[in-house]
Every structure is written in C-alpha cells, then in structure tokens.
C-alpha cells in the first residue's frame, strides 16, 4: 500500500463518517433525500463495478432490487432482520448467475436484451404465483426507521467501496479491464472471459438485490407493479453514466445532481421525469461521454499542458 | 388446440411486421433501435386520431402513417445516429452509443406522447363483428390486420429479393466494408432502411391498434418481443424473422389461453432462453467460425 492509497482510504472513511452523521442534524425532509442518494449511490457504484470496465450494459438492477424486498416482505415476521439483507444477498448472487451463464459467453447485446425484460419477467411470475396462492400486496410494518435504514445503506456503501478498491487491485479486476478493452485479446491471454465476466456480474446483483431487503421497510407496502418497477434499472445507469464508470468515485459524482434533479423535476412537472431521463441519456452519449470523470479528466489533463 | 393456432398466426403475423422493421433497422443500419417500440406505439395513436376524429379507417391512415415514419426516422438517422456511426471505433462502442441514445429517444418519445395524449389506455372499436373460420370464429379486424401486414411483408420481401434497391440493401447488410467497395453508398442505404424499418413497424402499430389497447409507455414491451423474434429468426434473415415471429404469436396466445394471461413475457423468455442456450445464431443461422 502506497502513501496515496492510505490517504484515500483515510479520505473515504472521514466522507462516509460525515455522512453518517447526517441523522443528528435532521431526520425529516434532507434525511429522506439523503437516504435516496445513498441507495442510489450503492446501486450505481455496484452497477459501474462491473459495467465499468466491461461496457455490458446492465438493465437488470430492478430484479434484483425487488428480489429484495420480496425476501424482506416474506421474510421479515419470522427471520431476525439482519439476517434478510445477506439472504437477498445470495439469492441476487444466484439470480445473477443464472442470468450470466446464459447471457454473457454471448455478445453485449443479448445481455442488454435479456436484463431489459428481467425485472417485468419477474414481476409476472410472481404475481402469477400470488395469484394462485391467493395473496395480493405485503405489509411491511416494522418499527425500522428511516434513520435505521440510512446507517444500513452508509454501512453497506463502505462495504462496496471497500470492495470495490480491492477488486480493481486484483487478478479479477485487471482481468476484467482487459476483457472491456478486447475481449478477444483477454481470451488468448488465457483469461476466463465467461468466468470473469459472471463473478463481477454476482457482486453487483448481490448488492442490489440486498439495497431492496434494506429499504423493503421504507416503502411500508409491497406489490409486485411497484417493487419491480423497471424504471430504477434506468435511473442506475444513468446516474452511473453521468457521473462516470472510470473512478470509484464516479457513480457518487452522478448521483448527487441526478437525484436533486429528479426530486424537483418530480415535485414541479410529474410527468416530465421521462423526458429528463431520455434527455439526459442523449446528453451522456452526446456531450458528456465519460460522464463527470472523463471531464474531469479532460479539464485536468489541460490544465497539466498549461502547467508545463 | 386449433382455436389457438390460428389466433396464434394472427398474431405472430402482425409481431413479423414490427420485427421486420427492426431487423431493417439493426440488420442493415447496425443501429440496434430500442425506440422501436415507440414508433410501434406512434403508429398506433396515429391511427385512433383519425378513426376518432374523422371516421377515416386505420387502413387508409397507413398512407400517412408510413411516409410520416419514414420521414421522421431518416431525419433521426442522418442528424443524430450518423455522427456516433463515424465516431466509433468499433461494432462494440457503435453498440453501446446506438443503446444509450436509442433509449434515450425512448424515453423522450414516451414523454412526448404521454403529455400529448395522457396516460391513459386507449382502443377503438373497427371491424369488431366476428368471421367464421373452420368452425371457429375470429374477430375481423384480427384477421384484416393479418392480410394486410402479410401483404406488406410479401411486397418487401419481394422488393428485397428482386429489386437493385434490394439487392444493395443486403449487400449491406452482409458486410458494410465490402459493399462500399462495390460503389454502394452506405450512409444513404442505412439511412434509408433505417428510414424504412421504421415506416414497418410504424405500420405494424397502426393495424395492431385496431385489436390491441396501447398506452404511451408499452412500447418497451414490443421492443422487446420483436428484439426476442430479431434474435430468434437470426439478424438480417427476413424468412427467419417470420418463422419467429408467428411461433411467438403461437406460443404467447397457448401461455395465455391455457396457463395465465398475464404470462405472456415469460412465454417469450422460455423461447429466448432456448435460442440463447442451443441457437444463438438464430434459427437459419450458421454457426460462426
């Protein structure tokens, strides 16, 4: 470890203890916008972990997402809480590698096709599954507070950074970035593609699969149309894509404008949140590629000519 | 048994139209077009404005709807698609910029519409009497809209095969690099069967509309299913396209009929996951080498 890589360490741990510090100050309205900035920080940093360096866009985060509350709301009467976000957890690790051993010895596009209808996939069958069962919507009254869950989620963001840093330091990582600049390279240098590509793929649907068990109790009642909303998926890659897949940090550097964005676009003109999404996909593709990073990068690397 | 046969190939028949739109578009253009739906959907609220508004039949807005779509989608593809064909360095990157910007059109399409016509559900009632086929009976319009949309396939599947138009759009669609070595103009043959897939499908959603209740944000599920049938029949392989799309009509009206209809998706993944597992070159494809 180098002098650099303590002092980023040391950097991230003093941001997430600021953050968790945030309940004391306020528990009402900023709370809850906090508390939606870090499940979507969460979501998008697990997203970009593996379609950073893969560029296998991933629409599945909705599945997953619902997976997990599922596991909450069926869960929550008989399990001891903390056990649910590490079922979902592994039951999202299944999922996903389900979905990967299909999908990704394949082209980027089936991948993109199949994750697209995956959470609607889902959402069928377990309403039709609820239908012959005779069960409609879930309560889910705990005595969990918004407070609890924001902690749970700031926890959980260490975890994925945390991991984050290391996988980008390990065989898998470097594996991983090869396969993203030449797939067909990464194969004659005896890299597992399929293998590499499927493990990252589980540790993102693992991560969101358990931000759902988390906030299952925020949404208080759960039906199938709501928890497998496939919008979410969408909002993750965009936030992902705006702030950047190329830094660790990136995904954060898009969540925070995205989200305050939408909560007022979402207050003001209802109806408008999918003209800001599509819009802000054409801004990713046509003014911003890279997203927030790769203008950072740009504006720092003049800067650095100029310096010269 | 028969009675789901034959609703089934109506079905499929309308569902090959829209895919063979998209197979224009993606085969030919390379441009994997997830606004597909929306022009789906577009053609469709086209037809219910005039049927409402003037009594004009859906048939006859066919004449508007399709030079409209075609207009609009080359217009798409010349200022916005063309630039990210240039700037990419590879079939991947183009892949990724075509997904990024094509669900971003999605997205501002389904705004659009939503905010001009709300968000609700709409459908109109043409041609609902019953006809009588082999003992059974089907609703007019399903079949009508069968006739038609087999009528357009055969005139392009005709034009493809027998015409210098057609000739050189397979061209491209075989291999874009070899085919500007034989004088073809790529740019203006993509943008055209990028202009025509959508003209297609445009047309698939006007006639669908006449069965169907469309609402502004289900074009995502049609994306879907004719991306499932493009796959399925193989990329660039009308025939393929076809034989894929009716055994997906056939397969979601039996899910339906006979398990549950709110299935319909999964009937489609079963067949997408059966493609991807032993075929996924599609069903008349070779095996790459």
Redesign the interface.
């Known amino acids: 470890m180098s002098a650099t890589d303590v002092r980023n360490l040391g950097l991230a741990a003093l941001a997430l203890g600021i953050a968790a510090l945030l309940p004391l100050y306020d528990t009402g309205y900023i709370l809850s916008i906090a508390t939606t900035m870090a499940m979507f920080t969460v979501l998008a940093t697990s997203w970009a972990l593996f379609s950073g360096p893969t560029?296998y866009?991933s629409l599945a985060t909705a599945a997953f997402f619902g997976l997990g509350t599922f596991v909450t709301g069926l869960g929550f009467q008989t399990l001891p809480f903390w056990t649910l976000p590490l079922i979902a957890a592994g039951l999202g690790a299944i999922l996903a590698a389900l979905v990967g051993m299909?999908?990704l010895r394949?082209?980027?596009?089936?991948f993109?096709?199949?994750t697209?209808?995956l959470a609607?996939?889902v959402r069928?069958?377990v309403?039709?599954v609820q239908?012959r069962t005779g069960q409609r919507g879930m309560y889910v009254l705990t005595s969990i507070t918004e407070r609890d869950i924001y902690w749970q989620l700031i926890g959980l963001a260490a975890v994925v950074f945390l991991a984050g840093w290391l996988i980008a330091r390990s065989r898998l990582g470097f594996a991983l970035r090869i396969i993203g600049n030449d797939e067909t390279v990464a194969k004659h240098a005896g890299i597992n593609t399929a293998l590499a590509k499927v493990l990252l793929f589980m540790v993102s649907g693992a991560v969101a699969a358990c931000v759902g068990a988390m906030l299952a109790p925020r949404y208080i009642y759960i039906e199938p149309s709501t928890a497998f909303a496939?919008l979410l998926s969408?909002q993750v890659v965009i936030m992902a894509?705006l702030g950047g897949t190329g830094r660790l940090w990136g995904p954060l550097a898009g969540v925070i404008p995205f989200t305050l964005l939408w909560e007022f676009i979402s207050r003001n003109a209802p109806?408008?949140?999918?003209?800001?999404?599509?819009?802000?996909?054409?801004l990713?593709?046509?003014v911003l590629p890279g997203g927030f990073v790769g203008l950072y990068e740009r504006v720092q690397r003049r800067y650095r000519m100029e310096g010269r | 048994m028969f009675f789901i046969l034959i609703t089934g190939l109506l079905l499929g028949g309308t569902y090959a139209l829209i895919a063979m739109g998209l197979n224009l578009q993606y085969g030919v253009a390379r441009i994997m077009n997830l606004a597909n739906g929306e022009m789906l959907v577009a053609g469709g609220f086209a037809a219910f404005w005039v049927y409402t508004a003037g009594q004009v039949s859906p048939i006859a807005a066919l004449l508007v709807v399709a030079p409209v779509a075609f207009g609009v989608n080359w217009l798409i593809y010349t200022l916005m698609l063309r630039p990210l064909v240039r700037r990419a360095k590879s079939r991947g990157a183009l892949e990724v910029d075509s997904i990024l910007a094509t669900f971003g059109l999605s997205f501002v399409f389904v705004g659009v519409m939503s905010w001009l016509f709300g968000g609700g559900y709409f459908n109109y009632s043409y041609l609902a009497q019953r006809v009588d086929i082999f003992g059974s009976s089907y609703g007019q319009n399903r079949v009508v809209a069968f006739s038609i949309a087999s009528l357009i396939a055969a005139g392009l599947w005709i034009w493809l095969s027998y015409t210098r138009a057609g000739l050189r759009m397979r061209a491209v669609a075989v291999d874009p690099d070899s085919a500007r070595l034989v004088g073809i103009d790529v740019p203006a043959v993509s943008a055209l069967a990028f202009g025509l897939g959508a003209a297609v499908t445009a047309s698939g959603g006007a006639l669908i509309s006449m069965f169907f209740t469309l609402d502004a944000s289900v074009g995502i599920l049609f994306t879907m299913k004719a991306l499932i049938i493009v796959i399925m029949g193989g990329v660039g392989d009308i025939r393929g396209t076809i034989v894929a799309a009716l055994i997906l009509g056939i397969a979601e009206t039996f899910v339906a009929r006979v398990i549950d209809p709110g299935l319909t998706l999964a009937a489609a993944y079963v067949l997408f996951l059966g493609v991807l597992l032993f075929r996924p070159q599609g069903l008349f494809g070779k095996k790459p080498t």
Request: aromatic share 16%; proline share 3%.
């Open positions: 560029h866009i299909v999908t394949l082209s980027g596009v089936y993109v096709i199949f697209l209808g609607e996939l069928q069958i309403t039709w239908n496939p969408f894509l109806n408008q949140t999918l003209l800001l999404l599509g819009l802000a996909f054409l990713i593709v046509y």
